[in-house]
């Protein structure tokens, strides 16, 4: 092989796997097209989870978020958001060897005349966390880490309900 083919082999490659990406549909998933123009979200000020969703909704679509709900054509209520700890398994002297995590988010989604354009809808989030008290302070870090994904993997599929709703009449 020659010193000219080793140096258009990377080149070669990287072409065709690039034709290859092409070919089979891959894009990347862009903007989303949420069904209105204006939306308003109804939640506690100081909730992460408002937070995220009105940034991930800014960045991520062409939809403004506005201030009140009369500048809005739709208003996101979000019903609420909890989070829970359960005890899933013991070790045989009664201490706890595992957890679940639950994170659980309600909301609705209504029009200008409060008519609902989605009904009352529920996300639910589980992650399992093994557990040993010699390890307390890094659990401790790992199940707010577990809880943040969580929370995030909650807008991410609130983003894709709200992309499949109807438009607002």
Do not use: W
């Amino acid at each position: 092989m020659s010193a000219m083919s080793r140096k258009l082999l990377p080149a070669a490659l990287a072409l065709a796997a690039a034709l290859l990406l092409a070919a089979c549909g891959f894009q990347l998933r862009g903007a989303a097209n949420l069904p209105y123009e204006t939306l308003f979200v109804n939640a506690p000020p100081t909730s992460p989870f408002a937070v995220e969703f009105k940034r991930a909704v800014r960045s991520g679509s062409n939809t403004r978020v506005v201030d009140t709900p009369k500048e809005a054509q739709a208003t996101f209520h979000l019903l609420s958001e909890t989070r829970e700890k359960v005890i899933l398994s013991l070790s045989a002297g009664g201490r706890v060897r595992e957890y679940q995590l639950r994170y659980h988010m309600a909301y609705r989604v209504a029009g200008k005349d409060n008519r609902e354009l989605r009904a009352p809808t529920q996300i639910a989030l589980y992650r399992d966390l093994s557990y040993r008290d010699e390890d307390a302070l890094s659990k401790e870090s790992e199940e707010a880490l577990l809880y943040r994904d969580m929370q995030s993997d909650a807008v991410s599929q609130l983003m894709r309900q709200l992309q499949a709703m109807r438009p607002a009449q």
